[in-house]
């Protein structure tokens, strides 16, 4: 019945009474009427649907109310992502009725509909997405008082001391909120978890890990399972494998991993094509479904990288043991084995379940060393036309991808070193070599032929997905690079991957190309995991998921468990159909929500860590260029990639800001500053605790 009620408001071109329900439903049972009453009350306090004052019903959206996601800010104010809408609405301070960020509103549009940007009002509190908060408490008397980790969190909380676990000044805390004190944001709560002192090495990490609701620690019944994993592959286990033992198979990863679950191998054939084998570790084996293990794994969704650890999703006797695909030993693996023309098209495949025998524990550095200087590393010589076979089909599968339209931003990414104690030492760029590249293609194309073989049986699956931009945020995009004295010629409006390839490849001679490829991809949807397929713009690819890191990722441990049951266990049956259309609704939305959690944990991490190393460099002076212009100042980024702000308050002039240019330009000293400018600038001001850096500019280059 719901969803016919949902139906007959979406197509109803006016409000409609209960009685007008009553007769699109042909109701006439009196409990028919009142199962329909009951949920329609539900609907409303669920915010799906709008009742108004004069006892009508309509779609929440065809009112004058927007439900959407509070994201506030420190100083007081707020802005609404509406759902299913990419525009947002201004909150001013007095109008957030009691909310904080990141809960749940309903909010009413207040402004008129000539003005260009939307305000409103909080009307109601739909829900909390939190109930704890991560602080700092201070008695004073009894009384413990908490100065939350987040600015954005306008709330005083007050602790009792008898619910304050022991705690003493300068604990960083986990506090629950108990009780509401006055419509002023004052609470009373209880602590419920000590993190440990704020002076202890590593919990400022710790403290913001705690904040994303992030798993340091693994429950009693995972625990005990874990205890019952085997350390070594048994012959019993090999049984319908095909043995791959003997074949050149090798991993390719970073320094420092111990996580491995990719590895793989290459062969010549004789009609010239290619045949590349992708070998995944094989979790899902170990990690059966609707286990504690499973279950803990599907709650993390993810492992988080740090600049001093790594929180996994599995224990470390599954990502460093028996699932890690290390040198020397049996492992279980999934292969996707494929064969490739000389012009990187795929003319055949197989997807199977093996074990294979690593060869060797390569690391991009010495990869790199063989492929782009000619200097073969001790242990590498028996592998240098392997790796050069790689490193050629490498070059063709990217080459054919870039000529569908594959986008590359070429976005470098910054490497925190840090001392025994966590302190930073030195912010450097990472590399991106030939190495890293190459494995990088090879998992593309793996995850493509994976996820196109279920597509074409017509299988719930679970997709990887990148949407197709917005055409406004395009065009708004052009529009700016178009006022820096750039044009882009030909018809954009079909808005396909080869028109921002276009762009790109138009803009990267350019010196600002950095900033502006930043700001193009800053115009992009992000990429999220569904039960459908929408193809994964960024990639120009039709059809993609994600079964290359297991280990490391829950959606890609289901990919192989939807593998195991469809192609080597043949469960094709209704009943696992209708089982997995329901499930992975749950697992596309929660992993990506765990995602976005551990990328905004990881990103937080980096800025607090930045703004610590430059609390050594205050009164130093750096090169830079200006990444973004806002009304309140500019940002500057160094070229190891931290950033911080000039604010405007602090430059010695009244500045004139031109929105649609993204410039500011002095009254007096007519200077103006606009991206892309290089610039010498002095560190100011930096702070680890409230994790921001500024800067003065010194003069332009």
């Known amino acids: 019945m719901e969803d ?23 109701l006439i049972e009196v409990e028919e009427i009142q199962q329909m009453q009951d949920i329609l009350n539900e609907l409303e306090k669920k915010a799906v649907i709008y009742h108004s004052n004069k006892d009508r019903y309509m779609m929440l959206e065809d009112s004058h109310l927007k439900r959407g996601i509070m994201r506030a800010n420190k100083k007081g104010f707020g802005f609404v992502d509406i759902d299913y809408d990419d525009r947002d609405v201004y909150i001013n301070q007095d109008n957030m009725n009691g909310s904080i960020h990141d809960d749940i509103v309903l909010v009413e549009i207040t402004s008129k509909k000539s003005m260009p940007r939307l305000e409103g009002r909080v009307v109601k509190i739909l829900k909390r997405e939190k109930e704890s908060f991560v602080g700092e408490i201070n008695f004073k008397k009894n009384i413990g008082y908490i100065t939350l980790d987040e600015a954005k969190v306008k709330l005083q909380i007050e602790v009792p001391r008898d619910m304050a676990m022991n705690a003493v000044d300068g604990h960083k805390v986990i506090v629950k909120l108990v009780k509401k004190l006055d419509n002023h944001g004052r609470y009373s709560g209880q602590v419920v978890e000590i993190i440990g002192h704020k002076n202890d090495p590593g919990v400022d990490i710790l403290s913001i890990v705690k904040k994303y609701n992030i798993s340091t620690f693994f429950p009693d019944d995972v ?98 043991g028996i699932c890690s695909l290390n040198p020397g030993v049996d492992r279980l693996a999934i292969s996707c084995v494929m064969e490739f023309d000389q012009k990187g098209r795929q003319v055949d495949y197989e997807i199977f379940e093996s074990v294979i025998r690593s060869c060797k524990q390569m690391t991009y550095k010495n990869v790199n060393s063989v492929l782009e200087k000619d200097i073969i590393p001790d242990g590498y010589e028996e592998y240098v036309d392997t790796l050069t ?30 001392d025994e104690n966590c302190v930073p030492t030195d912010v450097v760029l990472r590399n991106r070599g030939t190495g890293e590249t190459l494995i990088e293609d090879f998992m593309i194309a793996a995850n493509e032929c994976v996820a196109t073989h279920i597509y074409f049986m017509n299988l719930p699956f679970i997709y990887r997905i990148h949407e197709v931009p917005k055409e406004e945020k395009i065009r708004s995009f052009l529009n700016y690079i178009q006022t820096l004295g ?17 762009i790109i490849k138009m803009l990267d001679d350019k010196p600002e190309f950095k900033v502006l490829s930043s700001l193009l991809l800053r115009s992009m949807q992000k990429a999220v995991y569904r039960p459908e397929n929408l193809g994964h713009f960024g990639l120009a690819s039709k059809c993609y998921t994600h079964f290359t890191s297991p280990i490391r990722r829950y959606p890609d ?37 765990r995602e976005r959690a551990s990328i905004d944990c990881e990103r937080e991490v980096e800025d607090m860590k930045m703004a610590e190393y430059m609390e050594k460099h205050i009164g130093e002076e750096f090169e830079g260029m200006i990444s973004s212009v806002l009304s309140f100042g500019l940002f500057i980024e160094l070229d190891n990639l931290i950033e911080g702000l000039v604010p405007i308050k602090d430059m010695n002039d009244f500045f004139v800001y031109d929105e649609d240019r993204m410039t500011l330009t002095g009254e007096r000293s007519h200077v103006k500053y606009t991206i892309g400018e290089r610039v010498l600038v002095k560190v100011v001001r930096a702070s680890k605790v409230e994790k921001i850096i500024d800067f003065e500019i010194i003069k332009k280059l």
């Open 4 to 26: 016919k009620i949902v139906s007959i408001l979406k197509r109803s071109d006016k409000a409609l009474t209960i009685y007008e329900l009553e007769d699109e439903l042909n």
């Open 389 to 418: 076979l790689m490193a050629e089909l490498a070059k063709i599968l990217r080459q054919m991808k870039e000529d569908r339209g594959y986008i590359d931003f070429e976005v470098d990414e910054a490497k925190i070193l840090v």
């Open 223 to 320: 625990k005990n399972e874990v205890k019952g994993v085997p350390d070594n592959v048994s012959e019993e286990e090999l049984r319908g494998r095909r043995d791959l033992r003997n074949e050149m198979i090798f991993t390719i990863d970073g320094d420092d991993t111990k996580d491995i679950d990719d590895a793989i191998s290459i062969e010549r054939l004789k009609n010239g094509h290619y045949k590349l084998g992708v070998h995944i570790a094989d979790v899902s084996y170990y990690v059966k479904e609707g286990s504690p293990l499973d279950q803990e794994a599907m709650e993390r969704g993810t492992s988080v990288y740090l600049v001093d650890r790594v929180i996994p999703m599995l224990p470390h006797e599954l990502s460093n």
């Open 486 to 502: 750039y044009q882009v010629s030909g018809n954009l409006k079909e808005n396909n991957p080869k028109t921002i390839q276009k």
């Open 557 to 593: 441990t289901t990919v192989h468990r939807l593998l195991r049951t469809y192609l080597f266990q043949h469960k094709l049956d209704d009943s696992t159909m209708k089982h997995w259309e329901e499930k992975l609704v749950y697992v596309s939305e929660h992993s990506s929500e």
